[in-house]
Nanobody, 114 residues
C-alpha cells in the first residue's frame, strides 16, 4: 500500500521557518520524481516545487523561489521542504506527491500569522 505521510507543519510568525517532511512507503521512492503542492482555503491546488529522482535538479514556483528548498533522502525514503522567510500567503495545507501518479498524503497545515 502506497503511503505518503507529511509532517512538520504548524503555526509560525511571518519571516519564520519550517521544515516539512514526507515519509514514503509502499513504492520504490528513488524511482519517482517528487513534488510539493499546497492548497489554501477556498483555492485550488498550487504546485510549489519538484525534485528529480536523484535530487540533482529542483524546480520552484516563482512565489517561493529563493525562500524554499526541496530535497530528498533516498536512503530514508523521505522528501523535505525547507521553508524560510514565510509569508502569510504561504499558509496552506502542504501535500507531497509522487510524480506521474495521483498518490497524495493527508497533508500538513502551515499557518503563518503574528
Amino acid at each position: 500500500e502506497v503511503q505518503l505521510v507529511e509532517s512538520g507543519g504548524g503555526l509560525v510568525q511571518p519571516g519564520g521557518s519550517l521544515r516539512l517532511s514526507c515519509a514514503a512507503s509502499g513504492f520504490t521512492f528513488e524511482n519517482y520524481a517528487m513534488r510539493w503542492v499546497r492548497q489554501a482555503p477556498g483555492k485550488g491546488p498550487e504546485w510549489v516545487s519538484s525534485i528529480t529522482t536523484r535530487g540533482d535538479s529542483t524546480f520552484y514556483a516563482d512565489s517561493v523561489k529563493g525562500r524554499f528548498t526541496i530535497s530528498r533522502d533516498n536512503t530514508k525514503n523521505t522528501l523535505y521542504l525547507e521553508m524560510n522567510k514565510l509569508k502569510p500567503e504561504d499558509a496552506a495545507v502542504y501535500y507531497c506527491q509522487a510524480g506521474g501518479t495521483n498518490w497524495r498524503g493527508q497533508g500538513t497545515q502551515v499557518t503563518v500569522s503574528s
